[in-house]
């Protein structure tokens, strides 16, 4: 009689005994769910995205920039961004002047395509120059502000094509507001110095801030050559929209601007062909070499030495800008890109292996507890039925 009434316990008490387990099991696993779930994200993780989507909002602006003459082997290169949807193109003057022909590469979805343009305007006070595209399609248009105001030490973006690298990008901050800088005979005032790596070939781009906004065109650096010393100059965004508002809307009734008729030389590169006295009969210089008054003159007197040369007192450090005048290079696919989306990738791969890891161990320890008490109930009813059949 005993052992009837011991077997609906011990049925009962095994189904008690899982129907717990399995709370136990989705309650951990809820938890764990909900600890994933409710993890604040990495500050640092955020600010990377949006730096990638400040520089991806410009990725189809910014276009490298080609000027050359019909015939001449040498060629200017330098940067610009597109600043209208019907692909008017600002850049620097002196990546232009001088030249006749232009050729702007745009990035699109397979690659970089060349588009003959045409020379609408300069302005050589604000080293400005606007090009226009001959292009059916609409192009990618990026956002110039209309304060453009920016704080020292704000995180600023440079884009462009340094030695024909299409889509370069490098990063640093507003070192200085309101500068002034002495090229040649002009003086441009209010610029922003920046400590971006500016190399040649970036002329004339844009740098962006986090929101991906043109503050300023790339202009000059301040070196002991022609390399980057982390001391760049930025034309302010300021300066270059009464630029555009003077001139886009009046761009179809413009003629295209002159070229000079002398070829531009830069003095920095070797002379490729024999002495044949002054070089200002036949050329215009484009880059003056800077020289000290301490060093050997290598060839006869020829005059004024700032014909070609740009006298400096002790160090031969000078603003100078930065447009490549080159034989020419080819366009170089950019990794950076690749390298960075399977980064992110791999480690988001490397969380959701974290979190299904998680899962599976809270499960095990469920499914184990769950075993572990049936096995504890079975010896127990199983030595209570022992000690009454005794």
């Not at 730096?51 to 015939?71: E, L, P, T």
């Not at 050729?103 to 120059?129: F, H, N, R, S």
């Not at 500016?198 to 740098?207: K, L, R, T, V, W």
């Not at 000079?260 to 590169?269: A, F, R, S």
Request: hydrophobic share 40%; glycine share 8%; net charge positive.
């Amino acid at each position: 009689m005993i052992a009837r009434n011991r077997q609906p316990l011990y049925v009962k008490t095994i189904a008690k005994n899982i129907f717990w387990g399995f709370v136990f099991l989705f309650g951990l696993n809820s938890l764990v769910a909900a600890q994933i779930k409710t993890q604040p994200p990495d500050p640092l993780f955020l600010l990377q995205e949006k730096q990638n989507a400040a520089i991806a909002k410009n990725r189809f602006s910014v276009v490298n920039v080609k000027a050359y003459n019909d015939g001449i082997g040498s060629h200017s290169i330098g940067s610009g961004v597109i600043v209208s949807r019907r692909c008017h193109v600002i850049t620097n003057n002196h990546v232009v002047e001088n030249f006749s022909l232009f050729e702007v590469g745009i990035m699109g979805g397979g690659g970089v395509t060349k588009y003959p343009a045409t020379l609408i305007a300069v302005d050589k006070t604000q080293d400005l120059a606007l090009l226009r595209v001959k292009k059916k399609e609409n192009c990618s248009q990026a956002t110039l502000p209309a304060d453009g105001s920016v704080e020292i030490g704000e995180t600023i973006f440079v884009l462009g094509c340094p030695f024909g690298i299409s889509h370069t990008v490098t990063r640093g901050i507003v070192s200085k507001r309101n500068r002034t800088v002495a090229m040649g005979d002009m003086l441009y005032h209010n610029m922003i110095q920046t400590n971006a790596s500016i190399s040649q070939g970036n002329s004339g781009g844009p740098a962006v801030n986090m929101k991906g906004e043109v503050i300023g065109i790339t202009t000059a650096i301040f070196s002991k050559g022609r390399s980057s010393n982390g001391l760049g100059f930025l034309t302010p965004v300021t300066r270059v929209n009464p630029f555009l508002n003077d001139n886009i809307n009046k761009a179809s009734s413009l003629q295209p601007v002159a070229a000079q008729e002398k070829d531009t030389i830069n003095l920095t590169d070797k002379i490729p062909h024999e002495y044949l006295g002054d070089c200002t009969k036949c050329h215009r210089i484009l880059y003056k070499t800077p020289v000290t008054f301490s060093e050997t003159v290598p060839h006869p007197n020829m005059g004024n030495c700032t014909k070609c040369h740009e006298i400096v007192k002790n160090d031969p450090g000078a603003f100078v800008t930065v447009a490549q005048v080159t034989e020419g290079r080819g366009f170089l696919k950019d990794q950076a890109e690749k390298m960075r989306l399977e980064k992110l990738r791999q480690e988001k791969l490397s969380t959701k292996s974290t979190a299904t890891l998680l899962k599976y161990i809270g499960i095990l320890l469920a499914l184990m507890v769950a075993f572990a008490g049936l096995v504890y109930y079975y010896f127990r009813i199983g030595f209570r039925k022992k000690n009454a059949s005794q």
